[in-house]
């Protein structure tokens, strides 16, 4: 029979650093993150919680005119928000003036509205 010989403090585990962040290095600031070889980041739990999202959700990514990235739910993002401006320079700059002064005389044709109760512009 083999005698184990217990020896205090000592472990089969390689041992720890006693630094914080485990002797990785740089010291972890909260909030902060690091861009990868892989163009990949880990978002803070914090950061995660705080904005109320869960594993596996679809995400938008964007870049605004600052030159800062925007990271937010697929689910939180307004559809009416996201097609706005969707049609800029489609329609002449007078298309909805026009289109009124053309809806105003074919409900005064039709006898919908009289013309002494049309205001001027």
């Known amino acids: 029979m083999t005698e184990v010989k ?19 290095g ?8 690091r861009l ?6 880990t978002i803070p739990v914090a950061v995660v919680r705080k904005a109320g999202l869960e594993p596996g959700e679809e995400l938008i990514v964007e870049v605004d005119n600052r ?3 925007i990271v937010q739910s697929e689910a939180a993002v307004d559809p009416v ?4 401006g969707a049609l800029t320079g489609v329609y002449g700059t007078n298309y909805l003036k026009d ?10 044709r039709l006898g919908l ?3 002494e109760d049309v205001e001027d512009e």
Do not use: H, M
Request: glycine share 12%; with cysteine; aromatic share 0%.
């Open 67 to 69: 030159g800062r990235i």
């Open 36 to 41: 990868s070889a892989k163009n990949q980041i």
């Open 113 to 115: 509205i009289k013309p």
């Open 81 to 84: 928000t996201a097609c706005a």
């Open 6 to 24: 217990e020896t205090k403090g000592t472990s089969s585990r390689r041992s720890r650093s006693r630094r914080p962040n485990g002797g990785r």
């Open 99 to 108: 289109l009124r002064a053309g809806d105003l005389e074919r409900e005064i």
């Open 26 to 33: 740089r010291k972890r600031v909260p909030g902060k993150t």
